[in-house]
């Protein structure tokens, strides 16, 4: 008998409010070790708040917070040794050195000096930051000042770092390598929990993705499994002349939307290989031949707008 892993974060019934102002209302969450978390949610929905109680930095009013098994309240210390944070904005002094930065990281830290002279080191090297490392922080892009951000957290080697829209901002090259940086991360077994406005970011990163709305969980799953609660998807198919289509769309009946000028046919669907097979064994057994065919599924966009009901979209800096 195989046993599951204990959960590397586990919420339930978390409440926040500010005065009158329920931010988180009975919030439950579980995160899988080893996996990449992205939770979404408009402005204001209490994202950086669910983040700052996960990470021991403001206490909730009611519930129970678990960080590998360490209640996040009474066990305080012992849970920010097991973590790391990377805010919104990246919390690095620019007027020390990169090399400085993590120095001081080392200390607070209390790792000693050769200790930190190696993680720094290393660290350096993995954020391609070694040939800036004497360098002013104040000299460096905002990509590097991230990176940079992100090698700071990882100075103790947290078993759960927290992603607080870590991109915003950033250039696309950026990006791009904040989300290679992030998959290595998971690769070696490290929990990274995300909060982004970027759909692309969560759909390339998320081995699962929240959607908080309202200071509730409005749903929860793998990327896929979210796309598949909105309606929307469909496969199209191109045919080389009017008679194959008019063959296939007697084929699929109703279900079959024609469009006679660009001789394709647009048949609801899930885009699941099963679906598309079963219709394509239909019109070989009918000898209808196709030109082309184009799976279409909703994406987070859809999936985002349905579920919190607000116009919101989150537009790349590129």
């Known amino acids: 008998m195989t046993l599951e892993p204990s959960p590397a974060l ?8 500010f005065g009158a102002r329920v931010v988180l209302d009975d919030l439950d969450l579980e995160v899988a ?6 939770l979404l949610g408009p402005n204001g ?22 960080v590998f098994g360490h209640d996040a309240v009474r066990e305080a210390d012992t849970v ?18 990169g090399a400085e930065n993590l120095r001081l990281t080392g200390r607070l830290l209390h790792l000693g000096t050769a200790e930190t002279r190696r993680r720094g080191a290393d660290l350096l090297d993995r954020f391609a930051l070694t040939d800036a490392a004497d360098r002013p922080v104040s000299a460096y892009s905002g990509g590097m000042r991230r990176r940079l951000d992100l090698a700071m957290s990882l100075m103790g080697r947290p078993r759960l770092v927290f992603l607080d829209e870590p991109t915003t901002g950033l250039d696309p090259r950026s990006r791009r390598d904040l989300w290679a940086a992030t998959r290595e991360l998971a690769a070696e077994g490290t929990t990274v929990f995300l909060t982004t406005q970027y759909l692309e970011e969560a759909d390339q990163l998320a081995d699962r993705i929240a959607v908080l709305d309202g200071g509730h969980i409005v749903a929860d799953g793998t990327p896929e499994e979210l796309k598949r609660l909105v309606p929307g998807g469909h496969i199209r198919f191109r045919f ?4 194959l289509l008019t063959a296939a769309a007697h084929a699929v009946g109703e279900h079959g939307h024609r469009d006679p000028e660009q001789l394709t046919l647009q048949v609801p669907s899930d885009g699941s ?6 219709l394509l064994d239909r019109f070989a057994e009918l000898d209808i031949a196709i030109d082309q065919l184009s799976v279409h599924t909703p994406d987070l966009d859809d999936v985002f707008f349905a579920l919190t009901g607000r116009v919101h979209r989150a537009v790349s800096a590129a």
């Open 273 to 278: 290989a099963v679906e598309i097979k079963r």
């Open 33 to 38: 070790p080893g996996t990449v978390f992205a």
């Open 10 to 17: 586990s919420v339930h019934r978390l409440r926040k409010a």
């Open 80 to 97: 920010r040794g097991l973590i790391g944070v990377t805010g919104q904005y990246a919390a690095v002094d620019g007027v020390l050195t």
């Open 240 to 243: 080389a002349d009017q008679r």
């Open 45 to 66: 929905a209490g994202k950086t708040t669910l983040v700052r109680i996960l990470a021991t930095l403001v206490r909730p009013d009611h519930g129970d917070v678990r």
